[in-house]
């Protein structure tokens, strides 16, 4: 299908991403778009916006389906739509981590010209627990932070923004209360049986991009499109240690300490060693439930525009 037929844009906008006016920043797109003779429709209501971005493909008119919003936009419209629906994210949210790794501007008019050139590429992507993620999988203390994030947000009865200082009170919680339980990693073949196993773990990351969070390189190393996602295993319960992680991610040394281990993989199983103690997990910053959870990297799943 000749790139010139695919002249449908679909507009998702999350009213409850990003700290201005996501509507707003839709709008711009939007009408920058449409000066392109493109035909654009904003939508809010996350089943419709499925329904009509899978016909579209379907019929070959879909050019691109944008996500106005953060990394969890980014995914439920991932889990929602077809595989090789074209897929791109307006940044709008508070870390954006997918969106800075692909460089998409926060400009809607700069934005703009991706669309048009309409250039895509396949990346992949992980099911955890029967859920699709697109950048990363914490487990532990940062899980801990997202879920109480999560759960302030869902009291405020006007659903609240968030932003970075939303993190502060949860993030003081945690430091009082998290007990870090020791974690099991295991590496996992294809058929689900055990390759190897990590024990006594306190922070664990799996990642399909390099950096986390305001851009701390947990994963130097990560491709979005290589097949496998890597992890970094820390060991050390306390909030020090945490910090001592930070520190030596910031530099690129932690890895060189044996209390790290950096290791690839495409299936792998995490499970708390104290089985009294809940632990959770987050996906792309959204909370998920608590352990034990399984990873499973699904290469190429995803199209996006760059």
Request: aromatic share 8%; with cysteine.
């Amino acid at each position: 299908m000749n790139t010139n037929q695919k002249n449908h844009v679909l507009l998702s906008v999350n009213p409850k991403a990003g700290r201005s006016s996501s509507k707003l920043r839709a709008e711009r797109l939007a009408a920058a778009l449409e000066k392109e003779q493109l035909s654009v429709e904003l939508l809010t209501d996350l089943d419709l916006v499925a329904q009509k971005a899978n016909a579209l493909f379907h019929e070959g008119k879909l050019r691109a389906l944008v996500g106005v919003g953060g990394d969890g936009t980014a995914a439920e419209l991932t889990n929602r739509t077809e595989p090789g629906v074209p897929i791109a994210l307006l940044p709008a949210g508070t870390a954006n981590l997918l969106a800075k790794h692909l460089r998409y501007p926060f400009s809607p008019e700069k934005f703009a010209r991706k669309i048009v050139a309409g250039k895509t590429a396949t990346m992949d992507v992980a099911r955890c627990n029967g859920r699709i993620l697109l950048a990363m999988v914490g487990c532990g203390f940062d899980a801990e932070v997202v879920a109480q994030v999560h759960a302030a947000r869902m009291t405020n009865p006007k659903g609240a923004h968030i932003g970075y200082h939303s993190y502060l009170g949860p993030i003081w919680r945690s430091i009082r209360n998290y007990t870090y339980p020791p974690l099991q990693v295991e590496f996992l073949n294809d058929d689900g049986s055990v390759r190897e196993t990590v024990s006594g773990v306190h922070w664990a990351f799996f990642s399909n991009i390099p950096k986390y969070g305001w851009g701390l390189p947990i994963t130097p190393k990560a491709q979005f499109d290589d097949g496998q996602f890597d992890a970094c295993l820390w060991r050390g319960g306390s909030l020090l240690s945490g910090l001592f992680l930070v520190c030596a991610a910031q530099l690129g040394i932690h890895g060189c300490f044996s209390r790290c281990t950096m290791k690839t993989g495409t299936r792998f199983r995490v499970v708390s060693l104290d089985p009294t103690v809940p632990v959770p997990f987050q996906l792309d910053g959204d909370p998920g439930e608590n352990l034990p959870v399984e990873i499973e990297v699904l290469p190429n799943r995803l199209t996006v525009v760059v």
